[in-house]
């Protein structure tokens, strides 16, 4: 845990010439958490360093980058090490396009998860793949471990509005339905999803420039509700106990 809280400050000094900072307090009934984020600009990625303290801690160190292949594609990926609270662990995560075909995997594992800024817990991953059939058409297969299992496939039409339809099974079979869309006439976009049978969950998410609203809801009961104003994030709800988050974000050409 030395190592990377001095490798976090580190780039916590890079940041501040080029790079980005987030800073903020997580709480729950009876504690509170901080929580920091830095991150130094390279060419064509970044590094970074997360950082939750509290009655557990836990940091990370990471680096991203991406690649413009032309005509061929993009490909993106990066890895993320971790230590402290349960012990050490680690991220990598991959994505990439060519042609008509979309791939992003994404696997880890933590020993303890640390809600918000380290919440899987054990083996987790996903997988996503989106072909386009025509320039209107995409087909999407998901595959995901984390709290639980999932697996998802799913149909999108872009008429104006892009309009999703899938079925997916999490223990049972359930339906997804999705829309996203221009709405008022700011060129504001709404973006909706909702899973109903095996999975219960809805989401929902409002971008209006300088401003983002996020909300979730889920059964068993759980939620959340996230407003970004400008470099201000502001979130609140329940997983099992009722929670807050505010950070702010400052960014250095």
Same mark, same amino acid.
């Given at each position: ?112 998860? &640390? ?13 996503? &793949? ?12 998901? &595959? ?12 999108? &039409? ?96």
């Amino acid at each position: 845990m030395k190592r990377i809280g001095w490798a976090g400050w580190l780039i916590l000094g890079l940041a501040l010439a080029q790079g980005r900072l987030e800073a903020g307090v997580y709480g729950i009934p009876g504690a509170l958490a901080p929580t920091l984020e830095v991150g130094y600009s390279l060419e064509p990625g970044e590094v970074y360093a997360k950082l939750q303290m509290g009655q557990e801690s836990r940091g990370g160190l990471g680096f991203s980058s991406s690649l413009a292949l032309g005509p061929l594609g993009y490909l993106a990926y990066g890895l993320q090490a971790e230590a402290g609270a349960g012990g050490v662990g680690g991220i990598a995560f991959a994505e990439g396009g060519a042609g008509p075909l979309a791939l992003g995997v994404r696997l880890g594992y933590r020993p303890k998860g &640390l809600f918000p800024m380290f919440p899987e817990e054990g083996v987790f991953g996903r997988l996503s &793949l989106r072909y386009r059939l025509v320039p209107k058409e995409v087909v999407g297969l998901l &595959l995901e471990k984390g709290e639980g299992a999932r697996a998802e496939v799913s149909y999108a &039409l872009r008429e104006g509005a892009t309009h999703t339809l899938g079925a997916g099974f999490s223990g049972l079979p359930y339906l997804i339905l999705g829309w996203k869309g221009e709405v008022g006439e700011g060129m504001e976009v709404l973006d909706l999803s909702l899973r109903l049978g095996g999975l219960n969950r809805l989401e929902a998410g409002l971008y209006l420039g300088e401003a983002s609203l996020f909300l979730t809801l889920s059964y068993p009961w759980a939620g959340s509700l996230g407003v970004w104003l400008g470099d201000l994030g502001l979130e609140g709800g329940f997983r099992g106990a009722p929670y807050a988050w505010v950070r702010y974000a400052w960014r250095w050409p």
